[in-house]
């Protein structure tokens, strides 16, 4: 494969961009090797600055359900454009996606757009500890929210109540008050609850989980976890910045049949361009700035570029429900044929898959949560993502991240993509 462009690009990034990226994964620093930079993509493929074809599997990290440049997203964006980029002052189309939020997602009864799904997430902890008039939180492991200070904390070594920061520059003081909980284990909950009563302000999840690779939730733990922060008026927070119009129409609140107190979303919501929302219980949501005293603001918040886009995209998942049987039909498909390749080389691998999220795990142990998914051989990932991408199929470039089907991947992409897997594990086992 010839990447001579993409090399010479990321030479001279690397000069002028910290690790010659603007967002750190896109550096393939844990596969190895330099990434590809792309010029454009169509559907479901990208095309790199050496003409290289992908079949991409990371659809911008998720917001691409509908694969690149759907006619009906550009075209709202083209009729956007002709009005103006950006006002300043409210205009109808934020009305309209908030109303339309709220129908489609019935938790949420107010919603506030902001920029990115970092934002959100920031914003709607914010929201809940000024609800609550407390100041603690509690995550899970391997949950990612952004990169908001008060999410870059890890459990510390053995006490399972005592989070450290995962980054230079967050403080000890942050750390403090962000408690670090085991996913898909309600005790670890229900302990740091109880040596922390009545200080905790919100819980803070990915319902299913996408940024340890894909992890679903496991019996009742979503139920629970709800009951549990409706005993101790705790406000429970589903992250769906990932799951949210991906899983279904409502998110994974809706799959899984469990109401978050707040929910916060981005990605798909923005249809391709930079777009975050919170949102949840009327009496929690007008605590938000200027209704109420948690001061909230964003300058380009409600960008009708951003909220044109975003609003296609959920009015076509509005006016097309067999979208998730479109989705969930070329999952299975491609499940099943790597399934059976995995089978016929001799392996156990881990294949984890919630709707058209799908992680393949080099692991011997079913991934439950954060301790099972670093078990995975991830030097054996990095030579699988190579065989993969020299066969034109781009997938995360790490192993904790969950690969992106889309409704317009076709038959032919997924046979091409389920024998490149053949091919990639025969290469690297
Ligand atoms: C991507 C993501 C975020 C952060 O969103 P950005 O738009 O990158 O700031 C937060 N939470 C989850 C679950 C995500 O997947």
């Known amino acids: 494969m010839n990447i001579k462009k993409s090399e010479q690009l990321f030479e001279q990034a690397k000069k002028f961009i910290p690790g010659g990226v603007n967002s750190p994964v896109r550096a393939f620093k844990s596969v190895g090797g330099n990434p590809v930079f792309m010029a454009r993509g169509n559907g479901s493929k990208m095309y790199d600055v050496d003409g290289n074809e992908y079949i991409d599997y990371i659809g911008s990290w998720g917001p691409h359900l509908f694969g690149h440049n759907p006619s009906f997203i550009i075209d709202a964006l083209k009729h956007a454009i002709d009005n103006g980029t950006s006002f300043g002052a409210p205009t109808e189309i934020e009305v309209k996606m908030a109303q339309l939020i709220t129908e489609l997602v019935p938790s949420i009864e107010m919603v506030r757009m902001v920029n990115s799904g970092t934002e959100a997430t920031m914003s709607a902890i914010r929201a809940a500890r000024g609800y609550t008039g407390k100041e603690k939180i509690i995550k899970f492991e391997g949950c990612y929210h952004g990169h908001g200070d008060f999410f ?4 510390g070594s053995g006490a399972l109540t005592f989070g450290v ?5 967050v403080t000890k003081g942050n750390a403090a008050d962000t408690l670090v909980a085991d996913f898909n ?3 670890s909950v229900k302990k740091i609850i109880e040596q922390n009563k009545n ?4 819980v803070i999840i990915e319902p299913v989980v996408g940024n340890m690779g894909t992890v679903a939730p496991q019996n009742n733990f979503l139920t629970e976890l709800r009951n549990v922060c409706s005993e101790e008026k705790i406000v429970l927070i589903f992250d769906e910045v990932m799951t949210g119009f991906r899983l279904s129409k409502g998110g994974a609140q809706e799959l899984y049949g469990v109401k978050p107190d707040l929910s916060t979303f981005g990605k798909i919501i923005g249809g391709g361009l930079p777009v975050g929302a919170y949102g949840g219980k009327k009496e929690i949501m007008e605590m938000v700035s200027p209704s109420g005293p948690v001061y909230q603001a964003g300058t380009l ?5 951003a909220m044109n886009a975003g609003f296609a995209a959920l009015a076509y998942i509005k006016n097309h429900p067999e979208v998730y049987q479109t989705l969930e039909e070329n999952s299975v498909y491609l499940e099943n044929g790597f399934k059976d390749g995995i089978k016929s080389l001799g392996k156990k691998f881990q294949l984890n898959r ?6 393949l795990f080099f692991a011997e142990e079913t991934v439950t949560d954060y301790n099972s998914a670093v078990k995975s051989d991830t030097k054996l990932y990095g030579k699988y993502f190579h065989e993969m991408l020299n ?5 995360p470039p790490a192993q904790f991240e969950a690969l992106f ?3 317009v991947h076709t038959k032919e992409d997924l046979d091409k993509t389920i024998s490149a897997n053949y091919e990639a594990l025969k290469a690297v086992l």
Not at 301 to 305: D, K, R, T, W
Not at 354 to 359: F, I, K, N, R
């Open 185 to 187: 284990n309600i005790e």
């Open 165 to 169: 920061p995962t980054s230079p520059g």
């Open 405 to 407: 089907v889309s409704t």
């Open 354 to 359: 919630v709707g058209s999220m799908m992680t």
């Open 152 to 155: 870059l904390i890890k459990a």
């Open 391 to 395: 066969r034109g199929i781009y997938f």
């Open 199 to 202: 200080e905790i302000a919100a």
């Open 301 to 305: 918040s409600g960008n009708p570029l």
